[in-house]
């Protein structure tokens, strides 16, 4: 994860670099920092924690030439010491990504009686630049980033080289671009906000930013000469809208994001690439990690029940070392809001390789899943700020639906219109208020269980991960049927059970489980779409009623209240829902 950002114009960069990192901050938030070079000097200030604390520190730098970063710790702890740039023999380094390769390398530095300041993977390629530098500063970032093994984003300022800033790929995602300045970021809305013109390196690329130009350079270190990127980030709304947190404020965004997101596949000649594909498929393999991993189970029970192709839906990082079977003519769904998931890309490489079409879908055009995916179905979340996902959750599942709702059509079945989901959404969330209150009891619980069935699973695993997101409460989600062989020996008066019944055909089973967890003295919160269910078994307060829906789309609807219910839980705790600890919204690493 982290996020780095470069700048060299005309003026200070000082501010510049901080606006840039306030924008990457959701990538990581453990430590930040920013380095400048003025009249030549190389000038770094660092410190630990969110970019703010970086804020007033920064305030004096000057220069008009920097790099900076906000950290998600792999090697070594959150710490000013750890914090990036990384400096050696006056050259400074930031980096996103991990050096696998980082303990033999800097084994040979110490060898040769250089010392170190960090315990991280990335000082290693300061001092291998340093080592390297003869006066051209990117032939010395090609000689060291040679050296490396792993995954990398780096942008590099070194004393004696004049005012440029060179920059390296691999793995890890990076962004140029020009007009007013040269400028560098991880993600297109921060280069964007700073650059006319943006373009995208590729894996094995370099870039050398002037105040004037951005130039391009291929593995030889020959000039690139490439087009910018299109795109257009109107719906990229960047404020709180009146909400005191981001999570909160997408959740309310969630009924247009499925609006956006629901796309007729087969009547839109745009969707030619995808329609083609499907009318191909015969089995579907779906990646994707945490949420995202969620969508995937959700799409796997609607896929199977409305089209009838068999699914196997796999967490990535899995998937990547098991040496899966690809059997020929599959599809590979790979599953990510970021595009930037480092495992889910792996895993769409290695399916790519075994001969699958992989069909990405993804809430970020230009992201590095698109460029690996033979066709992509974007979703239209808008911009998701708050770690935890919510709304590309259900954006996700709108997209997925429609995938389930074109092959249904295609293998000459019919599947129920998504057309109303958006409204009904609207009213989901409308009713989901009421949770508040049920956060009081969740906050008083040791862990919380969170049951369902067949559709209802994927809705369980989604507000149990939720909750330990945010709130931090041990949780887990459940299949309610699996519940007696094992996991009820732990449910008990302090072990509340959140059962989600969307679909009425299994009602009834799910129930069974309700009374068995009511017996042993736990306290149920029923989710349902399926009205009068529950009354006369539990206290009304303890029942939400949804609007009735499609047993198949369900988990659109029944996931909302669990996202409600952990962001309630995280705000009574005093927690930030926005900033879970530990946690990144871009897992670019594995
Ligand atoms: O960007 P992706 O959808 O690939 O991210 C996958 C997971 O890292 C992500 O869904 C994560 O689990 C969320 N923070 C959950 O809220």
Known sequence: MCGIVGYVGRKRAAPILLEGLKKLEYRGYDSAGIATLDEGKLHVVKRKGRVEELVSAAENLEGNIGIAHTRWATHGAPSERNAHPHSYGGVAVVHNGIIENAGELRAECEARGETFSSETDSEVIAHLIAAAFRGELLAAVREGTARLKGSYAIAVLCEGAGNVIAAAKRGSPLLVGKG??????????????????????????????????????????????????????????????????????????????????????????????????????????????????????????????????????????????????????????????????????????????????????????????????????????????????????????????????????????????????????????????????????????????????????????????????????????????????????????????????????????TMNAVFEVLSRGARVFLVTTVEGLGEGTLPKEDILTLPACEGVYSPLLTVIPLQMLAYETAVLFGLDPDKPRNLAKSVTVE
């Open 180 to 509: 007013g300045g040269s400028v560098l970021a991880s993600d297109l809305p921060a280069a964007a906000a700073f650059a006319e013109k943006v373009y995208a390196l590729k894996d094995g690329e370099f870039a050398l930013l002037t105040e004037d130009d951005v130039r391009l350079f291929g593995g030889e270190l020959k000039e690139i000469v490439r087009d910018p990127l299109k795109f257009d980030l109107k719906e990229e709304g960047a404020g709180k809208n009146g909400f005191s947190h981001y999570m909160r404020k997408e959740m309310a965004e969630i009924p247009v994001s499925i609006a956006n997101s629901i796309v007729d596949l087969k009547a839109q000649s745009r969707f030619l690439a995808i329609n083609i594909v499907l009318c191909q498929t015969y089995y579907i393999q779906i990646v994707a990690c945490g949420t995202a991993y969620h969508s995937g189970v959700a799409a796997k029970a609607a896929i199977e029940a409305l089209a009838r192709v068999p699914v196997e839906v796999s967490v990535a990082s899995e998937y990547r070392y098991r040496d899966p079977i690809v059997p020929k003519g599959t599809l590979v769904i790979a599953v990510s809001q970021s595009g930037e998931t480092a495992d889910t890309i792996a895993a769409a490489k290695l399916a790519k390789e075994k001969g699958a079409t992989v069909l990405a879908v993804t809430n970020v055009a230009y992201s590095s899943l698109t460029e690996v995916a033979d066709v992509c179905l974007l979703t239209h979340a808008g911009r998701e700020i708050a770690v935890a996902a919510t709304k590309s959750f259900m954006a996700q599942l709108a997209a997925l639906y429609s995938i389930a709702s074109a092959l249904a059509d295609i293998k000459g079945r019919s599947a129920p219109s998504l057309v109303s989901l958006p409204a009904l959404a609207e009213d989901a969330l409308a009713r989901s208020e009421r949770v508040k209150g049920w956060a009081q009891a969740i906050a008083r619980s040791k862990s919380v269980y969170f049951i369902g069935r067949g559709f209802d699973y994927a809705a369980a695993l989604e507000g149990s991960l939720k909750l330990k997101e945010v709130s931090y409460l041990p949780s887990e989600g459940y299949p309610a049927g699996e519940l007696k062989h094992g996991t009820l020996a732990l449910v008990g008066e302090h072990s509340p059970v959140i059962a989600i019944i969307g679909d009425e055909k299994v009602a009834d089973k």
